[in-house]
């Protein structure tokens, strides 16, 4: 187990350049958790999360000959955020109330991994407050969704979350700051899913 | 405290849209040792850090939902997507071609239409001689004893005038332009245009055109009244450059001439040409800008499409 994962992402990627498949898979399991948690909170739906994430490997590696180096990592990230946008469109095509279908699972959707971790009562508010999080997060415009997810969740600084997006990076600030601006509001207004916001609550008086 | 009033007067637009970076540590520095000295000043500004770091650490702690299956791609999944990837370089020469043949289409259809304008340019103003002429023509006609036979019918010259325009318009107009005193205004404007066409037929044709009565279907008219070595350049310029001709040479004498046919045989015919002609090069010309426009975004769009595959 340890010798895939100890060579850097560079390795790996020259290798399956000249048609390691196993180097490339040692690649996806890298990355995988990222690229499907991408997926998960930008569509907000499990299934259509694991279509545009494994969509997403299979673009990379048929993209593969062009990846020019730099971040692999942000490279495939790019490739999942742009799978998901299309993921997306295909599927409101799909359906004609899309975004109410759409809304009725988000609400379902953070309570996904059922059997995450074992954590009792603390887990279950977590989970409505992810809840609540991922529903507002939906509601976003997707640009801002993107930039939102790639910063707070997956810990991106903001030049790699524009260079994932192919913006710039004062794009990526007002997104972040208009997008935050909207998750700000619904945490106010649901203070009791969120302790820390009993705090904020009181801070405002 | 004397500081405090300012900040907290001042409004707080400008901290809020930094305040995001603020807390990500994404502001220089300068930027952030700015904000630092404000929050220390203004409790809103210090509520609202707080405020955005609980946001902060409300994301942060979304659970990484771990994958629910693997994405490993099987070796079935990588032939195909190698099957796949073929076709995907294919599309990319598909687009380069297809913009080839559009280019290609585009440029016939330029020529198509560059003939066409001749024709009946060389037609058009026929006929619009015809018009007004019916009664001038006889006169005029006769007086040009070269022209005389190709004016027989005006609308008959039009049918003519196709078949002998392609090789005589271009030939005229440089070299009688230039040489002709009258034309003297008319050679700033038509040297630029004429000069594509002067090289095809310079001296040759020229004098075959006074003469030849063949030419006569667009010159004759025009011709008549100059002299048969100017009278070809009047008229012949009209093709190609009709729009400046008309101006420069309307200031020397054709402005009168457009409604006087009958007066001014010679002035008349070059007016009349003229004048008849631009009408008809607005059009031309701008569906040949517009499909030469096509063309071009025909290519960038393949172009760009291309890049993308």
Known sequence: MADPFDPPDERLVSLSKDGSLGAFNSLVERHQTAVYNLCLRLLGQSQAAEDAAQEAFLSAFRALPSFAGGSFRSWLLRIAANESKDELRRRRRKDASASLSLMYDNTELPLEPPDAAPGAELLYERKEAAAAIQHALLELPFDQRQAVILCDLQGLAYDEVARVTGSSLGTVKSRIHRGRGRLRKVVLKNPELFDVTRRLDGGER | ?309
């Open chain 2, 1 to 309: 405290m004397l500081m405090a009033i300012p900040w907290s007067v001042r409004p707080h637009g400008r901290w809020r849209k930094q305040l995001d970076a603020y807390v990500d540590g994404e502001l220089t520095p300068p930027e952030h040792a700015r904000f630092d000295a404000h929050v220390a000043s203004c409790a809103r500004c210090a509520r609202q850090v707080e405020d955005a770091r609980a946001l902060n650490a409300i994301l942060r702690s979304m659970p990484e939902v771990p994958a629910p299956r693997s994405f490993r791609l099987t070796p079935e999944m990588a032939n195909q997507a190698r099957a796949a990837s073929a076709p995907v370089a294919r599309p990319s020469r598909v687009p380069l071609f297809v913009a080839q043949l559009a280019t290609g289409v585009a440029v016939a259809a330029l020529a198509t239409v560059f003939a066409f304008d001749r024709l009946s340019s060389g037609s058009s103003s026929n006929g619009t001689l015809a018009a007004p002429r019916a009664a001038s023509a006889p006169q005029s006609q006769a007086a040009s004893g070269a022209a005389g036979a190709a004016d027989s019918g005006g609308t008959k010259q039009a049918l003519e005038a196709p078949s002998s325009t392609p090789a005589d318009t271009p030939t005229p107009s440089p070299t009688p332009g230039v040489a002709s005193p009258s034309a003297i205004g008319v050679t700033g404007a038509g040297l630029p245009s004429a000069t594509p066409t002067t090289p095809l037929s310079p001296t040759p044709v020229a004098p075959a055109t006074g003469p030849g009565p063949s030419a006569t279907g667009e010159s004759s008219p025009p011709a008549v009244p100059t002299a048969p070595p100017g009278a070809g350049t009047p008229p012949t310029p009209s093709p190609h450059e009709e729009a400046p001709f008309g101006p420069s040479g309307g200031n020397g004498s054709t402005t009168p001439l457009v409604p006087g046919l009958a007066q001014t045989p010679l002035a008349p015919a070059t007016g009349t040409t003229s004048s008849g002609r631009s009408d008809w090069f607005v059009p031309t010309e701008a569906g040949l800008a517009g499909l030469a426009a096509i063309a071009l975004i025909t290519t960038i769009v393949l172009a760009r499409r291309r890049r993308r595959n």
